[in-house]
């Protein structure tokens, strides 16, 4: 029987909610994270210091047992969001960054960015005080294809905002395109990016396999074979910029199965799971400790983590539902067979 043993992971990119879909999804992360990034795409968003040290005591209360998960905070950047806020944040131990939705362009985005370059001494704010920016790359406009949206945003708002502040660290979230891996290997250390484990299992056929299939629709929507290796390529490559990032994004099940469904995918309860299957497919299980466990704390600045997790070669069934008080949330890879097992 085979095991591998590393260094117990960290989330660069989470999203836990509130209420009873908080307390539903968390154990999840606890039982393969020891910290998570936890996204502030809440209603209303999480903008200001003071609320999140109130959204960290709710997630803390909602730790099941002896939980030793630390909550990573991020503040939602707005148009109104100011030099001062950045000063704040950073003399806060519990915020570590500001998190870029460009407004409309995603879950919970209305009150997001409509015009970065009128944020400039904001931004200026976070160079001086080297609190992180963290992206969603795309753009927001409908004209632009939805499978460019990424490769347009990294053309005409990222590479001009570096540009103008070379000092800006940026972790590039999500990230989904080959223009976006090339991007990240181009620019300097203070730019790095996340890879979900679902952009790096599947692509863009997933979403229309035998049918139109909700649960594979997320923001950046998955793309072309082509970008997925890239995006592969990049994980496995040893190179510390790109490190594991879930963007687990739980939505109830009716909210996803709609005319109108949410983008998002519920990854936690298989991410680390289906990471490790992909190093193993590639013949790289070496590399997974890195990618997992080391390159995003030193992006942060933070201790690598103490303890250990052991991942065993055994076959399981991902459940089909995962009940969330009186709703249910899909996983993914629901009622698929996964190779790696948390143990
Ligand atoms: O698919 C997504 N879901 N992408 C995002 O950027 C947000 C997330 C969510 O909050 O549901
Ligand atoms: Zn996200």
């Known amino acids: 029987m085979k095991l591998i043993n590393i260094i117990k992971p960290d989330d660069w990119h989470l999203h836990l909610r509130e209420g009873q879909i ?12 020891r910290r998570a990034i936890v996204m502030p795409n809440l209603i209303p968003p999480v903008t200001d210091v003071e609320m999140a040290m109130t959204y960290r005591q709710d997630i803390l209360n909602a730790c099941p047992g002896e939980c030793d998960f630390e909550a990573l905070m991020t503040l939602y950047l707005t148009d109104n969001t100011s030099p001062a806020d950045v000063k704040a944040a950073a003399d806060s131990p519990y915020v570590h960054a500001f998190k870029l939705y460009p407004a409309g362009a995603t879950t919970n985005s209305a009150s997001g960015v409509t015009s970065l370059p009128d944020l400039m001494p904001t931004l200026e704010a976070m160079v001086e005080h080297q609190v ?7 753009v927001t406009d409908p004209d632009v294809d939805v499978f460019d949206r990424e490769a347009v945003f990294i053309d005409h708002v990222l590479s001009p905002i570096l540009q103008a502040l070379p000092g800006l660290r940026v972790v590039f979230e999500h990230l989904t395109s080959r223009q976006g891996v090339e991007f990240v290997m181009d620019a300097g250390p203070n730019v ?14 997933a979403m229309f396999s035998k049918g139109i299939r909700p649960h594979h629709y997320c923001l950046p929507v998955l793309k072309r074979e082509t970008h997925r290796e890239a995006l592969v390529a990049a994980a496995i490559s040893g190179n510390s ?14 909210a996803k199965e709609s005319s109108c469904g949410c983008a998002g995918m519920y990854a936690s309860p298989v991410a680390l799971e289906l990471y490790t299957q992909i190093f193993e497919d590639n013949d790289v299980l070496d590399k997974l400790e890195g990618f997992a466990s080391l390159f995003g704390p030193k992006f942060y600045g933070l201790p690598v983590n103490k303890e250990q997790v052991t991942l065993k070669r055994q076959e399981w069934q991902v459940p089909s539902v995962i009940p969330a008080g009186t709703e249910e949330i899909v996983p993914l890879c629901a009622g698929e067979t996964l190779r790696w097992q948390l143990i």
């Open 132 to 138: 992180p920016l963290l992206v969603h790359g795309e």
């Open 241 to 254: 910029k790109f490190f594991l990032g879930t963007d687990s994004a739980p939505h109830d099940r009716a």
């Open 22 to 33: 908080l307390e539903s999804v968390l154990p999840a992360t606890v039982k393969s994270f």
């Open 192 to 205: 790095a990016a996340t890879l979900t484990a679902h952009h790096l299992y599947m692509n863009r056929n």
